[in-house]
């Protein structure tokens, strides 16, 4: 059974940091493309980082480059989004989303895999 499970979330104020996680299991892991996508009430599920099966390229969302970073972790079949500079707009529901490919999409629905999400409050 392919599973990807996040973690990670909380509340914290401006300013602050999150590490999220995202185990995966049942796939072959280092053959997948891993994303970072996030979902606010009433808005559509967006972009945020994507990486590729080795871990030497990511991409990240213009709203996030510089704060946050997408790094992998093959041997232990997980990804993760390390955020810095947290800002009340990244107050969302985090999700890992997992893809068979080489190409870094940004479109959530070129994405076949999905956690449940974590949630994340930043506070002003």
């Known amino acids: 059974q392919v599973q990807l499970v996040e973690s990670g979330g909380g509340l914290v104020q401006a300013g602050g940091s999150l590490r999220l996680s995202c185990a995966a299991s049942?796939?072959?892991?280092?053959?997948?493309?891993m994303g970072w996508f996030r979902q606010a009430p009433g808005k559509e599920r967006e972009f945020v980082a994507a990486i590729n099966r080795s871990g030497g390229i990511a991409l990240h969302a213009d709203s996030v480059k510089g704060r946050f970073t997408i790094s992998r972790d093959n041997a232990k079949n997980t990804v993760y989004l390390q955020m810095n500079g947290l800002k009340p707009e990244d107050t969302a529901v985090y999700y890992c989303a997992a893809e068979r490919t080489v190409v870094l999409y940004r479109k959530p629905d070129t994405y076949d895999l999905w956690g449940q999400g974590t949630q994340v409050t930043v506070s002003s």
């Open positions: 049942g796939l072959p892991f280092s053959s997948y493309v």
